[in-house]
């Protein structure tokens, strides 16, 4: 994996980002959204997690973008602040290539540099590769919500995972 870089998204990354999701939006159930958002609102998106100083993470291979990755405070409410939901996606072409391990990996490390104690995994449509990659990532299974979304003509469940950011010995 000499050939992969991992570093910081940057607002010229919104096009290689937006192409990534697009595809998972009209191909996949990783997402429950229906219609991808627009190079311009990942520019925005990755202004506002870089300004809160949380991660935005790009994996680029032969200088093309294959995946990215990024961390949000899970919930709005102040008691959520050290709790952190992840999202990550990878190019098709680059699929089972390592992209998502080497991503993911980083991406918790740079969650736990900037404070968050916890990563939660809210993985549409139970996607067995995502739960796989998860779970290679230290993630623990914690939950199942039974036919919450519908999407290409089916219900889908959602399941969550989580990993524990925290150091040994500063456990609860």
Not at 15 to 30: D, E, G, L, P
Not at 76 to 88: G, M, N
Not at 124 to 146: D, I, N, Q, T, W
Request: proline share 3%; hydrophobic share 45%; glycine share 10%.
């Amino acid at each position: 994996m000499a050939d992969l870089t991992i570093r910081p998204a940057r607002q010229a990354d919104a096009q290689a980002v937006c192409n990534i999701y697009a595809f998972h939006v009209a191909h996949s159930t990783a997402t429950f959204d229906t219609a991808a958002p627009d190079p311009a609102a990942w520019a925005d998106k990755i202004a506002a997690v870089t300004a809160r100083g949380w991660p935005f993470l790009v994996a680029e291979r032969g200088g093309a973008v294959a995946g990215y990755a990024y961390a949000t405070q899970f919930r709005d409410r102040a008691a959520y602040a050290r709790t952190c939901e992840d999202s990550i996606y990878v190019a098709d072409a680059a699929r089972g290539g390592g992209v998502g391990s080497a991503l993911l990996a980083a991406l918790v490390e740079a969650a736990r540099a900037c404070g968050f104690e916890q990563m939660i995994a809210v993985i549409g449509g139970g996607e067995p590769a995502s739960v796989a990659l998860h779970g290679k990532c230290g993630f623990v299974h914690a939950g199942r919500m039974r036919n919450v979304g519908f999407k290409f003509g089916r219900r889908l469940d959602t399941v969550y995972m989580q990993c524990n950011l925290m150091m040994e010995g500063h456990e609860r």
